[in-house]
C-alpha cells in the first residue's frame, strides 16, 4: 500500500482547480490533472476514489476556508455596523486574495450535482450563529438564513466578479454596498 504524502495531495488539488478554471468540470480528466501535478494516475486514487470525490472534497474544503477567513476577522463584541462591514469587506477581501480558489467554488457552487454537497449555511453556520446573537439582542433585523445569505454573499459576489471595473471604482461600490446593508439590516 502506497503512502500518503501531503505535498502530492496539494499538488493534485491545485492543479484540479486549475484545470477546472481553464477547461470546466468535464474537461479536467483524471489524466489531465495527474499531468499538471506531475504525478501518475495511479497516485490520484491514493487520496480519492474517483473525480467526483476528489472535486466535492476539495469544493468543500474551499467553501470552509472562506468561513475560516472571515470567522478570523468577527467578534461578539462588535457594534451590528462594524459586523456588517466586516463581513461584507472581509468576503470582498477573500474573493480578491484568492481569485482562483474563490471562481473555483462559483463554478461549482452552480454545479447541481456538486452543490448539494456544499449548503453555505453549513458552511458559515459559525457567522449566522453570530448573526443570530445579534438578531436576539435586537441589534440586526430578523430575516431568515436565507435572506441573510442572499443580502450579505450575493452582492460581494457579484461586485468581486466585475473585473472591467477599475479596483479603485469597486472599493467605492464596496463601500456604499456596506452603507446599504447597514441600512437594511440595522435595527
Not at 105 to 111: A, F, I
Not at 139 to 163: C, G, K, T, W
Amino acid at each position: 500500500m502506497r503512502t500518503k504524502d501531503f505535498d502530492k495531495q496539494q499538488r493534485i488539488k491545485r492543479a484540479m482547480v486549475r484545470l477546472i478554471l481553464e477547461e470546466g468540470i468535464s474537461g479536467a480528466s483524471i489524466s489531465k490533472i495527474a499531468r499538471e501535478a506531475d504525478v501518475s494516475s495511479a497516485t490520484i486514487y491514493v487520496y480519492y476514489n474517483s473525480k467526483e470525490e476528489m472535486l466535492a472534497e476539495v469544493f468543500r474544503e474551499c467553501s470552509h476556508d472562506t468561513y475560516l477567513f472571515l470567522k478570523r476577522r468577527l467578534s461578539e463584541s462588535m457594534s451590528a455596523a462594524e459586523l456588517i462591514e466586516a463581513i461584507v469587506r472581509g468576503y470582498y477581501d477573500y474573493s480578491v486574495e484568492n481569485e482562483e480558489i474563490f471562481s473555483f467554488v462559483e463554478q461549482c457552487s452552480r454545479c447541481p450535482t456538486l452543490s448539494g454537497n456544499v449548503c453555505e449555511e453549513e458552511c458559515y453556520c459559525g457567522i449566522f450563529d453570530l448573526l443570530h446573537a445579534f438578531q436576539s439582542r435586537g441589534e440586526i433585523r430578523n430575516y431568515s438564513d436565507v435572506n441573510l445569505n442572499a443580502l450579505l454573499f450575493a452582492p460581494v459576489r457579484f461586485l468581486s466578479m466585475q473585473h472591467r471595473i477599475p479596483e479603485d471604482s469597486r472599493k467605492e461600490h464596496l463601500s456604499e454596498l456596506v452603507d446599504i446593508l447597514q441600512t437594511l439590516l440595522i435595527c
